[in-house]
């Protein structure tokens, strides 16, 4: 008995048009009128149809970290508005981020004021409350934190909200769909 011979599985043809195809019927369609919806592509890369949403999470007590983030959070926005992109860009503050939210020097507490704070608080607040006002940047502080030090509601920045638990917000909000973003 003869052994069998097979011959290989690969083809060059098979293989060319397997990738020629659908670029022929996608050059099809366009010359043909067929139009698709812009929002395919952006719902295709995870947000679907509504609008961006994104959380930042602010719990540490560098301002050099503080002014990265602000830096991103208004490269975001700027992007989505002239890309006509409806957005939902919240701020969550906890722990140390409860620094970013007052003038109050918050002595006494793990969260006091330092040098490098002081240095460089008007600027972030400034950019900060054009975030906010500008942009529609949703700042949101955890009640817990803001207890624990004993800071009465009339000491927080105007315009920011108050949650019960701020690392229960951003669970709550992720489980929402909203994306997740810590600077590093």
Do not use: W
């Amino acid at each position: 008995m003869q052994p069998r011979v097979t011959k290989p599985t690969f083809s060059l043809g098979r293989a060319l048009r397997r990738l020629v195809a659908p670029v022929a019927i996608t050059v099809v369609l366009a010359a043909a009128g067929a139009v698709l919806p812009a929002h395919t592509a952006v719902a295709e890369e995870g947000f679907g149809d509504g609008p961006a949403k994104v959380v930042y999470h602010a719990d540490f007590k560098d301002p050099r970290r503080f002014s990265s983030m602000l830096t991103s959070i208004y490269n975001m926005v700027t992007t989505y508005q002239n890309d006509l992109r409806d957005y939902d860009v919240r701020v969550v503050f906890n722990s140390y981020g409860i620094r970013f939210l007052t003038d109050d020097e918050l002595e006494g507490t793990p969260f006091e004021t330092d040098a490098a704070l002081k240095e460089r608080r008007e600027d972030l607040k400034g950019r900060l409350m054009s975030l906010q006002n500008t942009y529609d940047v949703k700042l949101e502080l955890c009640d817990i934190t803001r207890e624990e030090v004993g800071l009465p509601k009339d000491k927080v920045y105007k315009g920011v909200e108050s949650v019960e638990s701020g690392v229960v917000e951003v669970a709550e909000l992720a489980s929402k769909g909203f994306a997740y973003i810590k600077i590093e």
